[in-house]
């Protein structure tokens, strides 16, 4: 790579030469304005708003499609440029259903933000509005067409960030629009639930279904014991949506709120964790001692398992039998709970808050639910319980910390963990490594599955005689790479142990998570940034081996015996079923 | 929507088989299995999707980007009225209307017993004629819409000699 010379707004500059014109500014402090734009995911010049003006090329051209060249010179706030950005962004708001105050974006809106730095006052064109469907069939994504502005940062996502291409473009002229094909609810036709596309939508037209709603009534009902648990990932991303940086760590003001939106219980998702640990750690024993299925592949994350199930049926018993841990939680909360605290199970509402919109869809499995109950009720994300607490008036800010619940919000440090992707993998090595070994070994950083890279490996020594290879992938277009090498009996058959998440990052970039402006993806590492939140609490933590967590050591000698027996099997172990791709009517 | 009709998959495969090695081969394969099967149902697409391992929205956005490519089976009888500039202004939208009051089948649609599909085309190239109409193969030119019950009326008539 070499540098070649350009001139912006007559400036000259040395820049490298595999760059856009884009880039280039951004690297020199020059802003250009973009709306369609999503670096490394979605660079197609589609929504005309980073227009510069080029020496010598006829018309203006799209600087986040333009390579730089020796010798370019370019103009990014010329009245030619102000002029067409303005009529490129009037026309997108001419055919935008502009419901701004009501509209789940207001104030975290992309677009809303542009017209806001570009001063639109007035839109001159009047019209038709192109797109009228509502898609509310998914228990977990919500389309609405009338404020999609065909930028199709969701369709790159999914196909190929996730691997999955759901959501495509459809016809052309006035009647273009991103949907699925055949005119199908994203229920049926293969989508996985993950809410990428709606953490990347830069507007409202991708939503999370709102079961706020069912919260308040929830908690409004006299006869209902409404316990909450909140997963780890919510801790490292809720502050942002109180104005606190990228990367915070809010856990006590996330439990002291929990408490004051009135849950009668105020439990974590990590105490659930640390059970997963226990349960999936036994598993990996059991199948490395009697010859089982490997590799052995996590089941902690809905949006993976329904991409399994969707495009790897034939694989299915690769996966753990553990139900993820915000089930665990559930059910453990309206059996030894309950039975604790002489509660009828029917009366507890278990709520979760999660970093996840496939967590709604994962709630409604028919195996997740024990004598026609579900072990847990309702699902929210980050966001809404977000809107929850700007709705309680609590002062978010200023609340002071407070701790979880005893027994079932107690965790260690490797629970927390599991919001980053390879955290389950090393959690479970430090419980693992102990048993076998059947010691209190020191060795609690795995750093070789840390990371934010779509693909970790490594092969670590768990036992002087026991070796085992192990990988920890995110973002679905990577999970798919290592099923093929399985499927097609490629490197990845030979692993052992495999955790899979998702969302790119793993559950801290769930799509559940507040929205990040594309501006800020690109000057920072948001995965990463809320994953150092989580693995600072692992450090502080005193005890950062799920094993030994004394709650842990507790529910197994009162309640369910040894790990992977025969109440766990009954409680926290689950089955998985093909689905179709695109369901038949 | 999602229900599958044609189950005989031997002539789509063929025609991905003998395309996919060349880049851009998405066109001439919803060409040719249009060409075999008459339209490009979901059960076509998902084939084609399958077989050349992309995504199927990727496939259907293809199908309806172009008007050339059809989803829904033609009848038939294919009835295209040009609304090209020539013929538009020649009162081609007054025969448009009486052809879909005759038949019943709205643009686009194909009657309920497939024997007439309605479709309104771009030009065809016969300005000299217009407003035209084609039935099948057959153009009819310099029309005026009390033609119109005419001329579809032997499309109708034989049709049921046949049937």
Same mark, same amino acid.
């Given at each position: 790579m070499s540098n070649v010379n350009i001139k912006i707004n007559g400036m000259d500059l040395s820049v490298p030469d595999d760059i856009t014109v884009l880039e280039a500014a951004k690297m020199n402090d020059i802003d250009i304005p973009t709306l369609c734009y999503l670096r490394g995911i979605n660079q197609i010049g589609a929504c005309r708003m980073c227009l510069v003006e080029q020496k010598g090329a006829r018309a203006l051209q799209a600087s986040c499609v333009l390579p730089v060249s020796e010798g370019l010179e370019v103009w990014t706030n010329t009245k030619k440029v102000r002029d067409a950005r303005r009529v490129n962004l009037e026309l997108i708001l001419s055919n935008h259903n502009r419901e701004c105050t009501i509209c789940t974006r207001n104030e975290r809106c992309e677009l809303q933000k542009l017209c806001q730095d570009l001063g639109i006052r007035d839109i001159p064109y009047e019209g038709e509005i192109s797109g009228h469907?509502?898609?509310? #069939?998914s228990i977990s994504v919500v389309r609405d067409e009338t404020k999609c502005i065909l930028c199709k940062r969701c369709v790159n996502v999914c196909r190929n960030v996730q691997g999955v291409g759901v959501l495509g473009p459809v016809g052309r002229g006035f009647t273009s629009r991103v949907e699925p094909v055949f005119d199908l609810s994203l229920n049926d036709v293969g989508c996985i639930n993950c809410g990428q596309c709606i953490i990347h939508c830069p507007v409202g037209a991708l939503k999370e279904r709102d079961d706020v709603d069912k919260v308040w009534e929830a908690l409004d009902d006299p006869k209902k014991y409404v316990v909450v648990q909140s997963a780890p990932a919510v801790r490292a991303a809720l502050g942002e949506m109180f104005g606190f940086p990228i990367g915070t760590n809010v856990t006590g003001k996330l439990a002291a709120s929990l408490r004051r939106i009135g849950f009668d219980k105020v439990f974590d998702t990590d105490f659930g964790a640390d059970v997963t640990i226990m349960e999936e750690g036994t598993e990996l024993i059991d199948r490395i001692q009697n010859n089982g299925v490997f590799p052995m592949i996590t089941s902690c994350s809905p949006g993976w398992i329904k991409l399994m199930e969707t495009y790897y049926p034939d694989l299915l018993p690769h996966l753990s039998s553990c139900k993820s841990p915000q089930a665990m939680e559930g059910a453990l909360i309206k059996s030894h709970f309950a039975e604790m605290n002489h509660i009828n199970p029917e009366d507890i509402v278990v709520v979760s808050v999660m970093p996840c919109v496939a967590k709604k869809f994962e709630v409604k499995r028919s195996e997740l639910s024990e004598g026609g109950l579900p072990d847990v009720d309702i699902a929210i994300t980050t966001r809404e319980l977000a809107r929850m607490i700007k709705e309680a008036r609590i002062d978010f800010e200023n609340v002071r910390d407070e701790d979880f619940d005893p027994y079932f919000g107690d965790y260690t440090g490797a629970a927390v /963990?599991?919001?980053?992707?390879?955290? @389950?993998?090393? =959690? =479970?090595?430090?419980?693992?490594?102990? &048993?076998?070994?059947?010691?209190?070994?020191? #060795?609690?950083?795995?750093?070789? @599955?840390?990371? &934010?890279?779509?693909?970790?490996? =490594?092969? /670590?020594?768990?036992?002087?005689?026991?070796? @085992?290879? @192990? #990988? =920890?992938?995110?973002?679905?277009?990577?999970?798919?790479k290592i099923m093929d090498s399985i499927r097609e009996g490629g490197e990845f058959a030979d692993y052992d142990f495999i955790e899979m998440m998702a969302c790119p990052g793993g559950c801290v970039n769930g799509g559940g998570q507040p929205h990040v402006r594309a501006k800020d993806k690109l000057e920072k590492d948001i995965p990463a940034e809320r994953a150092k939140a989580l693995y600072d609490e692992d450090k502080a933590h005193k005890i950062r081996k799920s094993h030994q967590n004394p709650s842990i050591t507790r529910i197994y000698d009162e309640y369910l015996g040894k790990p992977g027996g025969h109440k766990s099997h009954e409680l926290l172990h689950t089955t998985y079923h093909a689905r179709p791709k695109i369901k038949e009517s | 929507?999602?229900? $599958?009709?044609?189950?005989?998959?031997?002539?789509?495969?063929?025609?991905?088989?003998?395309?996919?090695? %060349?880049?851009?081969?998405?066109?001439?394969?919803?060409?040719?299995?249009?060409?075999?099967? *008459?339209?490009?149902?979901? !059960?076509?697409?998902?084939?084609?999707?399958? !077989?050349?391992?992309? +995504?199927? %929205?990727?496939?259907?956005?293809?199908?309806?980007?172009?008007?050339?490519?059809?989803?829904? +089976?033609?009848?038939?009888?294919?009835?295209?009225?040009?609304? *090209?500039?020539?013929?538009?202004?020649?009162?081609?939208?007054?025969?448009?209307?009486?052809?879909?009051?005759?038949?019943?089948?709205?643009?686009?649609?194909?009657? !309920?017993?497939?024997?007439?599909?309605?479709?309104?085309?771009?030009?065809?190239?016969?300005?000299?004629?217009?407003?035209?109409?084609?039935?099948?193969? %057959?153009?009819?030119? $310099?029309? %005026? +819409?009390?033609?119109?019950p005419k001329i579809l009326k032997q499309y109708i008539e034989k049709k049921e000699e046949t049937a």
């Open positions: 469907k509502i898609d509310d #069939a /963990i599991f919001g980053a992707t390879g955290g @389950v993998m090393e =959690a =479970a090595l430090r419980t693992v490594a102990d &048993v076998l070994n059947d010691a209190d070994l020191e #060795a609690v950083d795995y750093e070789m @599955v840390r990371g &934010v890279d779509g693909i970790k490996t =490594a092969e /670590i020594a768990v036992t002087p005689d026991l070796t @085992v290879k @192990v #990988a =920890a992938a995110s973002g679905g277009a990577n999970l798919r | 929507m999602a229900a $599958r009709r044609i189950t005989d998959f031997t002539a789509v495969k063929e025609i991905v088989a003998k395309h996919r090695d %060349t880049p851009g081969c998405l066109m001439p394969i919803l060409q040719e299995t249009q060409g075999a099967y *008459g339209y490009l149902p979901l !059960e076509l697409q998902e084939v084609i999707a399958d !077989e050349l391992d992309i +995504p199927l %929205t990727e496939v259907y956005g293809v199908a309806t980007f172009y008007s050339q490519f059809t989803l829904k +089976p033609k009848g038939a009888n294919q009835v295209h009225v040009c609304l *090209g500039t020539a013929c538009y202004v020649r009162g081609s939208k007054k025969i448009l209307d009486k052809v879909i009051d005759v038949l019943g089948t709205d643009v686009g649609e194909t009657s !309920e017993d497939g024997r007439f599909s309605v479709d309104a085309t771009r030009c065809v190239g016969a300005c000299g004629l217009a407003p035209v109409m084609m039935v099948n193969d %057959t153009v009819y030119g $310099r029309l %005026t +819409p009390d033609q119109v």
